[in-house]
C-alpha cells in the first residue's frame, strides 16, 4: 500500500516533473471505478491512520493526509456518480469510511486544501456535498446525465 511505503521513507521531495507517464484509457483497471476498489482504499487509508498516529511524523505530513482523505472523498463521490452505483453501496458509507480515517477535523482539512493550487472548486463541491448530501448527489447527476446527452450528440453529428 503506497500510504505505508510513504510512512517509511526517510524523506521526500516534490519533482514538478513528470517522473513515470502512465496514461489510462477507459478500459484500465486503474480508471474503472469499483465499491470494491473504494472500500479497500478506505481500509488502507485507516491503517495508515493508526500507523500515523504511533509514530513522530510532522505536522505538514498530516495535514497532506488529511488533504489525500479529501481528494479521496471527492473522487469516490464523482465516479459513484458516473457509475451510476446509487443502489450498490450507500454514499454516505463509502464516504463515510475515508473521513472516519483523517487525523485532523474536516474543516481544517478544507482549508488547507483550498489553499492548494486550482483545488477552491474542489474543497467547495466537498463543503457542498458534507453540508447538504442529498441536494449535492441530486445536482451531481444531473449535470452527469446533462454530460451523457452532450456526448450523444456529439456522436450524431
Not at 94 to 112: F, H, I, Q, R, Y
Amino acid at each position: 500500500c503506497i500510504p505505508m511505503i510513504i510512512l517509511d521513507c526517510k524523506s521526500f521531495f516534490y519533482l514538478d516533473l513528470p517522473v513515470l507517464c502512465y496514461r489510462q484509457h477507459g478500459s484500465s483497471i486503474t480508471s474503472a471505478f469499483s465499491v470494491q476498489k473504494c472500500l479497500d482504499l478506505s481500509s488502507a487509508l485507516e491503517q495508515t491512520k493508526r500507523r500515523l498516529l504511533t509514530m513522530e511524523v510532522k505536522e505538514e505530513l498530516l495535514v497532506k493526509y488529511n488533504v489525500f482523505c479529501l481528494r479521496v472523498v471527492f473522487w469516490v463521490l464523482d465516479n459513484w456518480l458516473k457509475a451510476g452505483a446509487r443502489a450498490v453501496v450507500p454514499h454516505q458509507q463509502l464516504t463515510g469510511n475515508v473521513l472516519s480515517s483523517m487525523t485532523m477535523p474536516v474543516s481544517v482539512a478544507l482549508k488547507e486544501l483550498a489553499l492548494g493550487r486550482g483545488d477552491k472548486k474542489i474543497a467547495r463541491k466537498i463543503r457542498f456535498y458534507l453540508t447538504m448530501p442529498n441536494l449535492y448527489i441530486k445536482s451531481r447527476a444531473f449535470y452527469f446525465s446533462i454530460k451523457k446527452i452532450r456526448i450523444a450528440f456529439r456522436g450524431k453529428s
